[in-house]
């Protein structure tokens, strides 16, 4: 059962572009909505991470915009860059709990 | 900063041998975690670790997987009879408190041979 679905598989932006990459889940249950930068050969390192309680979150050039009716929540990188190219994996948790649900990953490729 | 690390970087073992899987977590960390990722696939969820027992755990994790704190910083992983379908990356995980972000290590390449 695939707790957070994660599209698009993979992803190609010229420099300077918009990079998009959504979720969704189905367990009203979760409220912590991180998201996982993974360089090859290297572990998984947080990025940024949203609750339930905000609408969007900015940290620099990576904004979460999240929605919780729809379930669903999208990480957007602004003026992408070759050096963010990586596999953005998003996950859910809930509070009190110990497992995180990884969705399937997208690979992104930024393109000079 | 400090950082969760795992050794060895890259384990080759044969079929049927048994294998440890070595992780130090952050210090003042509470929560431990082992998850797999198969070559090109997403991260699974393998066991999380709590209070010096096993807190929740994946239908991956059977009776051949099993975990351990021997002493205040390590937290191993032993599989105990290897089979080809183990070779994946290995990461260890570990967090400070409820819905804190966690932080992995490097992850260990297990080769079955």
């Known amino acids: 059962q695939q707790q957070v679905k994660q599209s698009p598989q993979s992803l190609i932006v010229q420099k300077g572009g918009i990079s998009i990459i959504n979720c969704a889940y189905e367990n009203t249950a979760f409220d912590y909505f991180p998201w996982y930068q993974q360089f090859p050969g290297k572990g998984p390192a947080l990025l940024i991470a949203i609750r339930p309680d905000v609408s969007e979150k900015k940290e620099g050039r990576f904004t979460i915009s999240f929605n919780k009716s729809a379930k669903q929540f999208s990480l957007h990188i602004m003026d992408s860059q070759p050096g963010d190219s990586a596999t953005y994996f998003c996950a859910a948790s809930k509070m009190g709990g110990n497992q995180f649900y990884f969705g399937t990953g997208t690979s992104l490729t930024v393109i000079p | ?113």
Not at chain 2, 37 to 54: A, C, D, R
């Open chain 2, 1 to 113: 900063e400090p950082e969760v690390t795992q050794t060895p970087s890259h384990q080759v073992t044969q079929m049927g041998q048994e294998v440890i899987l070595r992780c130090v977590p952050i210090s003042n960390h509470l929560y431990f975690y082992w998850y797999r990722q198969i070559l090109g696939q997403k991260v699974e969820f393998l066991v999380s670790f709590y209070n010096n027992e096993i807190s929740e755990k994946s239908e991956i994790f059977d009776d051949q997987f099993s975990v351990e704190r021997p002493d205040g910083s390590n937290f191993t992983l032993k599989i105990r009879s290897t089979k080809l379908e183990d070779s994946a990356m290995y990461f260890c995980a570990s967090v400070r408190g409820d819905n804190q972000p966690q932080h992995f290590g490097d992850g260990t390449r297990l080769s079955i041979l």
